[in-house]
């Protein structure tokens, strides 16, 4: 089989002659072998190995992505960011590490866009929403100074 593994700014590998491909998705680990039917998923930020047909192992730290299987000849992987390192302990552990850490601080500033997104729209509503007093004719607004009280 056929393996490309690109990002937004490069090829980071390329390999022609892949007996076995071992990922992981949300739902688990899973692996691709000559033949397999067509097949797209959402990788986590995990390693993905690969074996040679000469038995040489290789790793591959993805931080996500989506892994295609086409014709059961190509594997394609694009992802954000990728590093090749023969080295799994390493990759295990520093770089994945390192993945997960900006995946969550992501995530926490994503929720904070919307907390402070939310707090504006909120800020908007309640400067825009007139307040009303009780008159013999019945409510009305009162002037809006800009001020809050």
């Not at 800020?123 to 009305?140: A, E, Y």
């Amino acid at each position: 089989m056929r393996l490309t593994v690109t990002t937004p700014l490069a090829v980071v590998a390329e390999a022609q002659d892949v007996a076995h491909l071992r990922a992981e998705d949300e739902t688990g680990a899973f692996g691709i072998l000559p033949g397999h039917a067509d097949f797209l998923t959402a990788l986590a930020p995990s390693v993905v190995t690969w074996r040679d047909r000469s038995g040489g192992e290789h790793h591959l730290a993805v931080r996500g992505g989506m892994l295609d299987v086409h014709g059961g000849t190509t594997i394609t992987i694009a992802t954000r960011e990728a590093i090749a390192d023969d080295d799994l302990h390493r990759l295990e552990t520093e770089v994945l590490a390192a993945f997960r850490r900006r995946v969550e601080e992501e995530q926490a500033a994503r929720t904070d866009a919307r907390r402070l997104y939310l707090a504006a729209i909120r800020q908007v509503f309640r400067l825009l929403k007139p307040d009303r007093i009780q008159t013999s004719g019945g409510p009305r607004e009162m002037p809006f100074d800009g001020l809050d009280q």
